[in-house]
């Protein structure tokens, strides 16, 4: 691949990142006179940590790696867009990706002036390897995939990710929202393997804290040291870092969340196929089933008057026909079951 600084937009090789007062100081005093705040307040009227050492001591040992490998995110998209901002030069530079997957990487591409060259999944949902690196040239800086993907539910295969991650020249991008779910084994554990991949977790998933707005991501202390310094000062606020610092101290709560939501998954899935109007219900890693209908909007629209929101997937590529639906606690997943029926009837 090649090197961090051949990657890295000029700028960003030049800047000068932000000092805030905390970047001077680490910790503990009797006595802060040194940023402008309010003395009065504890502790909301000061500064939450910029760097967030506390929880990223404690993500590192869950997740078994350095603290310098970890940079935490107002969720996912902001270490998405910031590796737009940090690698990709706007009207010059392109990103590769997986069609159908996760919106938000087009949209991060959007605003950043940033083209992106789509590679269509193969009939099975699978990467297509040799189609993804042909699509690169010499302006390719970042390559993004899903895995277990959005919104096909699946897991790619392994050495289809080794292939990508050792043959493509930038940054591997690999999103690993729902990898809690999965079977497969996260390549978490490989990044001090592979100086190119950033490995992006979430909260928001298994954890179950998508209000908390918290994000990881997961790279060489280099590119880690990258994002920090381009980030706003204060990104992650004092009420996220406590809370998720309370919750991660449950992490078997975590586990038997897991576990119920498999079994109910399993339960949906062999439930849906009685339906006469199922066509396809697609095999799942995630806490979601792409199931295809005969009439997609149809059903979305009966569902929405019943107070039951799906996901309407139909438009997407190689999805038609397709709705996405979320594995919900047992009560929610039979309201909408026999919600079901009454449509069927």
Not at 260 to 286: C, G, H, M, N, W
Not at 287 to 311: F, M, P, S, T, W
Request: charge should be negative; proline fraction near 4%; charged fraction near 25%.
């Amino acid at each position: 691949m090649k090197t961090l600084n051949e990657l890295l937009r000029s700028n960003i090789k030049g800047l000068k990142p932000y000092s805030s007062a905390r970047d001077e100081f680490t910790g503990s005093a009797s006595v802060y006179l040194d940023a402008n705040e309010n003395p009065f307040n504890q502790p909301y009227n000061r500064y939450p940590d910029p760097y967030q050492r506390n929880l990223k001591a404690k993500i590192a040992t869950i997740k078994g790696v350095k603290a310098d490998q970890i940079f935490l995110g107002n969720g996912s998209d902001e270490p998405i867009d910031l590796l737009f901002r940090a690698f990709c030069e706007p009207g010059k530079d392109n990103v590769v990706s997986i069609d159908p997957t996760y919106g938000m990487y087009q949209v991060a591409a959007d605003i950043n002036n940033i083209e992106v060259r789509k590679v269509l999944l193969t009939e099975d949902f699978q990467l297509d390897v040799n189609a993804l690196l042909a699509a690169t040239d010499e302006n390719s800086k970042l390559l993004f995939l899903c895995s277990p993907n959005n919104p096909t539910g699946n897991c790619f295969k392994e050495e289809d990710l080794l292939a990508l991650i050792k043959g493509f020249d930038g940054i591997v991008v690999l999103d690993e929202a729902y990898i809690d779910f999965a079977p497969e084994k996260s390549l978490l554990k490989r990044i001090d393997e592979f100086s190119n991949l950033v490995v992006l977790q979430t909260f928001s998933k298994a954890w179950g804290m998508a209000g908390i707005r918290l994000g990881m991501a997961f790279a060489s202390a280099p590119i880690i040291k990258v994002l920090s310094s381009i980030k706003y000062p204060y990104n992650i606020n004092i009420l996220t870092q406590e809370k998720a610092s309370e919750l991660l101290d449950k992490e078997e709560d975590k586990h038997q969340w897991v576990e119920l939501l498999l079994k109910e998954r399993t339960r949906l899935d062999v439930d849906l196929q009685q339906f006469s109007f199922v066509q396809k219900i697609y095999p799942s890693d995630a806490n979601y089933l792409l199931v295809k209908v005969d009439d997609a909007k149809g059903l979305y629209n009966y569902l929405v008057n019943e107070e039951i929101i799906i996901r309407d997937r139909s438009s997407v590529a190689l999805c038609a026909g397709c709705l996405r639906i979320t594995v919900g606690t047992a009560d929610e997943n039979s309201q909408l079951l026999n919600a079901l029926k009454s449509y069927q009837k």
